[in-house]
């Protein structure tokens, strides 16, 4: 395998981009699961901080066409490649909540805390979390 390997795979993952960034989300959702997938059969260490965006990226896509357990699949293994990846844990975390599923949120918005101390979104939506978890306790506690 040549670097025009690496070349054509980064060729496409910026044009995913580029299509994103114009809001063709199909396009964009092609063109990141095209560099996905060519990373599955031979995959190339100078390429995975882009495979791991790609992961995320598509995720995003996933979640605003609504497509949420597969969104969590893409954070997850964007999470896998790269366990320090906070965006992902926010991303994955935010479905969770939204699903209801207040512990794996709470799960997900902490890490992205321990990560990134500072990321202030991750603040809001785990005390959002944390109160609606209290609130659903107390409201079992009545049934």
């Known amino acids: 395998v040549t670097d025009n390997f690496v070349i ?8 995913a981009k580029e299509s994103l960034a114009s809001k063709d989300l ?19 260490p100078e390429l995975t901080e882009q495979l791991v965006d790609a992961y995320n990226t598509r995720g995003y896509i996933r979640y ?3 497509d949420f357990d597969e969104a969590v699949q893409d954070y997850t293994e964007a999470i896998r490649r790269n366990p320090d990846f ?21 799960r997900d918005l902490t890490k992205a805390l321990q990560l990134r101390p500072e990321f202030t979104d991750a603040q809001l939506n785990l005390e959002q979390v944390l109160k609606d978890l209290r609130n659903s306790h107390k409201y079992n506690e009545h049934d």
Not at 26 to 44: T, V
Not at 86 to 106: M, P
């Open 64 to 66: 605003l066409w609504v």
């Open 26 to 44: 199909a396009g964009s959702f092609k063109l990141f699961s095209e560099f996905i997938e060519s990373q599955r059969s031979l995959e190339r």
């Open 8 to 15: 054509d795979r980064m060729e496409c993952y910026l044009k």
């Open 86 to 106: 906070t965006v992902a844990y926010y991303n994955r975390g935010q479905i969770h909540y939204r699903l209801g599923r207040y512990k794996l949120a709470e």
